[in-house]
């Protein structure tokens, strides 16, 4: 088989196995300050030490971390341009593209898409752009997908919206997706059948317990997802290298999770 351009970076962002560790540290770059990422650095030696495959993170990072990153696979947040600190917040937009990605090193570029939400008709033709420019770089786009956006969650984060807006991804040309587990291993099976690219399940907000988010990520592997991009659940836990580690026994090993739960 040979291999082009984008094969190579894919490959860098998914082992041989075809499963990927991604850490998310892009969470400042419209929080601010965010608990557990003071420094950076710190943090991305932790987790590639712990075994994480790809630093997903912004482009501040990418430029000043270079060092640390190393040889790990990298992945350029290229959206934004919103806080936290308006009372009010309007629509992301594209505020990097493929060329930024390319001169930081990045591997793959990733945006969100909001199907549903008062914001889709902003969301979707910028990640439609996005996927058009970075297919004549070679350059893999990963899409987060959620039904709604962060609007209400009760109300659009069902299976089936999220199947939804995972086949919609998939249908723009996405090369893979980042969404929410629907919270049992039939539906979400369900979602990964009805989307041809694969998916990694998102962390979320911090997990009630060490148990809950072990016990998410194995069932979510055992549906058939390829991975996760996990942030706060990594990074804000005491020791992010035994996180790490724990996690990439569940995704690499196929551990349970009370096997996982004894490297912490």
């Not at 979510?220 to 996690?247: C, D, F, H, S």
Request: glycine share 14%.
């Amino acid at each position: 088989m040979v291999y082009g351009a984008k094969e190579r970076r894919m490959r860098r962002i998914f082992r041989s196995d075809g499963r990927t560790l991604i850490v998310a540290m892009d969470h400042a770059g419209a929080m601010g300050p965010v608990p557990g990422l003071e420094d950076p650095g710190r943090v991305i030696e932790q987790v590639l030490a712990g075994g994480a495959d790809v630093i997903m993170t912004t482009y501040g990072v990418a430029t000043r971390f270079t060092e640390a990153i190393g040889g790990a696979g990298l992945i350029l947040r290229v959206d934004g341009g919103t806080s936290m600190l308006p009372e009010e917040r309007g629509s992301m937009s594209l505020i990097y593209d493929a060329i930024d990605a390319l001169r930081v090193g990045a591997d793959g570029v990733v945006c969100m898409g909001f199907p549903g939400s008062g914001f889709e008709s902003e969301t979707l033709p910028y990640l439609a752009g996005l996927v058009s420019q970075c297919r004549e770089w070679a350059l893999p786009v990963l899409a987060e997908m959620l039904p709604g956006g962060f609007e209400n969650p009760a109300k659009w984060w069902t299976a089936e919206n999220i199947a939804f807006a995972c086949r919609l991804g998939a249908e723009m040309g996405v090369d893979f997706v980042k969404t929410r587990y629907t919270g049992d291993v039939e539906s979400f099976r369900r979602v990964v059948e009805a989307t041809y690219v694969p998916i990694v399940v998102l962390g979320g907000g911090k997990t009630k317990t060490v148990e809950d988010l072990l016990g998410t990520v194995y069932d979510a592997m055992q549906a058939g997802a390829k991975g996760v991009a996990i942030g706060r659940n990594i990074y804000q836990y005491p020791e992010p290298q035994k996180m790490t580690a724990a996690l990439a026994a569940i995704i690499h090993d196929g551990a349970t999770p009370e096997a996982a739960g004894k490297l912490l």
